[in-house]
């Protein structure tokens, strides 16, 4: 069920408040036309659900009291009863079990929404994960293939961050972490993704980034990490690696591997810059 909604959720909110009132109608007419002695309750929580999940709990509370109040004007029509509370007794009785649907349903929601975003996101910096990261990577690639447009993947490694955990200790390493987020994500746009590998490793992806677009960006984000740290007090530099997709390669393994080697180089060779290469169907890159 929450895979379906999760597919629905590319329709507008207002096209997902119509669907819901279509059916609402549709089970009322066959409510009031067709059948008499079925209850149709399973049927009234259908809409009650694709609006409390797809909207708002206030839109599903509405539509809360628009089915019990079709459902007892069907049974008020079609119904005879002995006692003349019956019918509001029972509306009564229908209403409090929707309201508890759309109430259990919105929790359900809030719940599955808090365990995909820590399933997503590093419990430190409360940036993207590796395993999101490669997610967003992977959907990069197909539209890639779909559209011809570069993108540009990025590694960035903290140059001497154990000095700072042996130094001052585990917790200002977590500080100089989130500084480097924080920093990180004031510097690039909002379609741009940013990630922590693990320890003190970095991720970017910058879609629809050209080389001469990206050199600028990431010139500038070094500028400014450097920085940020400066006045921190922390004795750190960063090595970064970029590769500009034109083309890709076999796999996304390969695309980190180059983007790896190349982040690598430059510790191996001075630490505290940048290295950007092109890889392209003349690619010289391995």
Not at 96 to 106: H, P, V
Not at 140 to 167: A, C, G, I, M
Not at 194 to 215: H, I, K, M, S, W
Request: proline fraction near 4%; glycine fraction near 4%; include cysteine.
């Amino acid at each position: 069920m929450i895979h379906l909604l999760r597919r629905l959720e590319i329709f507008p909110q207002w096209g997902i408040i119509l669907i819901g009132l279509l059916l609402v109608s549709l089970i009322g007419a066959i409510d009031y036309f067709i059948v008499i002695d079925v209850s149709l309750a399973i049927f009234y929580v259908l809409p009650i659900i694709l609006v409390t999940w797809l909207v708002k709990v206030r839109i599903g509370i509405l539509f809360s009291f628009l089915c019990a109040v079709l459902w007892f004007a069907a049974d008020i029509i079609t119904k005879n009863y002995p006692y003349p509370w019956i019918p509001y007794w029972n509306a009564s009785v229908r209403l409090g079990f929707f309201l508890t649907i759309t109430y259990l349903l919105w929790e359900l929601k809030k719940a599955y929404e808090r365990e995909r975003y820590l399933a997503r996101t590093d419990g430190l910096t409360g940036i993207t994960n590796r395993r999101f990261f490669l997610e967003v990577l992977h959907w990069e690639v197909q539209r890639f293939r779909r559209h011809q447009r570069p993108f540009t993947l990025v590694y960035l490694d903290v140059d001497n961050f154990k000095t700072v955990n042996n130094s001052f200790g585990h917790s200002r390493g977590d500080d100089l972490l989130c500084l480097i987020s924080d920093t990180i994500k004031a510097n690039i746009r909002s379609l741009d993704v940013v990630a922590r590998l693990g320890g003190d490793e970095f991720a970017l992806l910058l879609p629809e980034t050209n080389y001469q677009a990206a050199e600028a960006v990431l010139t500038r984000l070094q500028k400014n990490l450097l920085a940020s740290v400066a006045r921190e007090s922390f004795p750190v530099g960063f090595s970064m690696g970029a590769v500009t997709f034109l083309d890709i390669p076999e796999s996304i393994d390969k695309m980190m591997e180059l983007v790896d080697h190349l982040m690598y180089d430059v510790k191996n060779t001075g630490k505290n810059r940048l290295t950007h290469e092109i890889f392209s169907p003349l690619s010289s890159l391995p």
